[in-house]
């Protein structure tokens, strides 16, 4: 994935032009072929740092991705006249053998994109190097990390949509099943299952819309901003784009080329996506230790010497991709920090941050929908735990206050209780200390004794957004609803990539 350098001033030769190709390329460029790549030449071929400048192993993840542009590029040149329909006819079948041969058939290179053209030169003659016309390897290049890209984050987004679907199913299951809620580790206040699935349902349906946010931009074609400055051909850069199934342009040449913000923006989407997994995965681990979930065998496993033992360490894997993936938005910010317009090398170490963020994040994403999905809930435990730690307390509180008590009040009455006992007669001796005078003189005793029940105290928080069932019934709906829109969202653009992939298809057909 290197930049055109020793390439960008040969466009006008490699069209033909009138003018012979002789003086200029070497045996790479004849018919016969060579080991020679294309772009380096005599001048640049040797020395100990060509395997330092080599990408081509690494490279194998945009093999097909470059042969589409290829494509894509020819069909163009061909419709506008720049190259010949035979000579397109050349290129296009030399790039479906290139394509059934793999990549591990072509030539040594400094890169994916100088390998292929020299296979496409050794098979077709000189002529295959017309590909090459108004392009850079700098616009190419960008463009084939664009459209692998755009493909990773929607197998991305599909995880995303499948770890909601685990959460919402979680919800609907257990709208009524009460556990305890924390703060800091501590018992703070019950709640339900539903509730905890619903709270990172949130958390993943941000992270999708952020991921199909980024999808927008990296589906922009940088095509036609060659080496940074244009070209001097009539090329047409909208055509390419609809032929390679991108929504638009990155208008400006230099920015085409040049910019990496698409990389930045995914790789820290799904960071952030790893951040919530992280959380789920922790949450998942202590409820676990603690007798409230049993995840299923397929994502646990047990030790080597301990017989008894069943570890949730598939989760504390998906828990240590956070750190993989904030590594990789370190790193790439690190590599662009305070890189210069226009083409520098560096990019070429850019990418390979990306792709180990997004298949990180999208395996840790699946196993995370996998875990939540098939875990089976400790209802009588979750119950029994409910009432730790007077997590009852704010309900209390917050039912002397509906009946005329000052709130400070109520929370300076009820901290009292909770050290003597967290019971009515509790209640009742802070109540005569604290207001001098019965709690009966202000609230029911019964109301009192149902707001110290777990279940009661969640049914009662019937805010928007709480999770008394009533509350968690429109959340599920919401849910729902959303869940649906991202699917039909990402199957929208599936199908507008295979649209233009079988358009594309067809134009090459109709030249080989």
């Keep these: 994935m290197t930049e055109e350098s020793a390439h960008d001033g040969d466009e006008a030769t ?24 294309v772009v380096r030449r005599d001048r640049f071929s040797g020395g100990p740092a060509r395997s330092f400048l080599s990408s081509l192993a690494a ?9 589409e542009v290829d494509r894509a590029h020819t069909v163009m040149l061909a419709e506008q006249g720049i190259i010949g329909d035979d000579v397109a006819g050349q290129i296009l079948t030399a790039l479906d053998a290139i394509e059934v041969d ?85 018992p703070a206040q019950p709640t339900t299952v539903a509730h905890w699935a619903l709270a990172y349902e949130g958390a993943v349906r941000r992270d999708t ?61 799904l960071s952030t996506h790893a951040t919530t997994l992280s959380g789920l995965a922790e949450d998942v681990i202590i409820f676990a230790n603690r007798g409230f979930v049993d995840p299923a065998d397929d994502y646990s496993s047990t030790s080597s010497i301990m017989p008894q033992k069943k570890n949730p360490d598939t989760l504390e894997l998906v828990r240590a991709v956070a750190g993989d993936a904030a590594g990789g938005v370190q790193g790439l910010t690190t590599t662009l920090k305070g890189l210069p317009r226009a083409y520098n090398r560096d990019l070429q170490r850019a990418t390979t941050h990306a792709w180990e963020t997004v298949d990180a994040v999208t395996e840790a994403s699946e196993v ?25 307390a704010t309900g209390v509180a917050d039912l002397l206050a509906a009946n005329g008590i000052p709130f400070r009040t109520a929370h300076e009455l009820v901290a009292l209780a909770a050290d003597d006992g967290a019971d009515y007669d509790a209640l009742e001796a802070a109540a005569q200390e604290v207001l001098g005078e019965s709690l009966a003189a202000h609230v029911e005793p019964a109301a009192v004794e149902t707001a110290l029940e777990p279940a009661e105290s969640v049914a009662s ?11 968690v ?40």
């Design 102 to 186: 793999g990549h591990g058939s072509v030539p040594d290179g400094e890169d994916v994109h100088e390998a292929i053209e020299t296979a496409v030169i050794q098979r077709s003659g000189a002529d295959g190097g017309k590909m090459h016309t108004a392009r850079s390897r700098n616009d190419e290049v960008a463009a084939c990390i664009r459209y692998r890209l755009r493909e990773d984050v929607l197998e991305a987004i599909e995880t995303t949509l499948a770890l909601r679907e685990s959460l919402v199913d979680v919800a609907e299951a257990h709208t009524e099943t009460i556990m305890p809620g924390y703060t800091h580790l501590q």
């Design 14 to 37: 490699a069209d033909g032009g009138g003018q012979s190709d002789e003086p200029r390329y070497s045996s790479a460029y004849r018919s016969d072929g060579g080991d020679e790549g």
């Design 473 to 512: 019934a429109p959340q599920i709906e919401s849910a729902r609803e959303s869940l649906a829109a991202d699917e039909g969202s990402r199957a929208a653009a599936i199908d507008g990539l295979e649209t233009a992939r079988e358009a594309l298809r067809s134009e090459v057909n109709g030249y080989v």
């Design 368 to 392: 995370a929908a996998g875990a939540v999905a098939t875990a089976d809930w400790n209802e009588a435990a979750l119950a029994a735990a409910a009432g730790d730690g007077f997590s009852t």
């Design 461 to 471: 928080r019937d805010s928007q957004g709480g999770p008394a069932p009533d509350a």
């Design 209 to 269: 819309e952020r991921l199909l946010e980024a999808y927008s931009r990296i589906n922009q074609s940088p095509l036609g901003g060659a080496a940074f400055a244009g070209t001097t051909f009539d090329i047409d850069r909208e055509r390419v784009a609809d032929l390679l199934g991108f929504d638009g342009l990155v208008v400006n040449s230099m920015d085409a080329a040049s910019s990496r913000d698409f990389l930045l923006e995914t790789t820290q989407a």
């Design 59 to 67: 490279d194998e993840r945009i093999f097909e991705a470059d042969l």
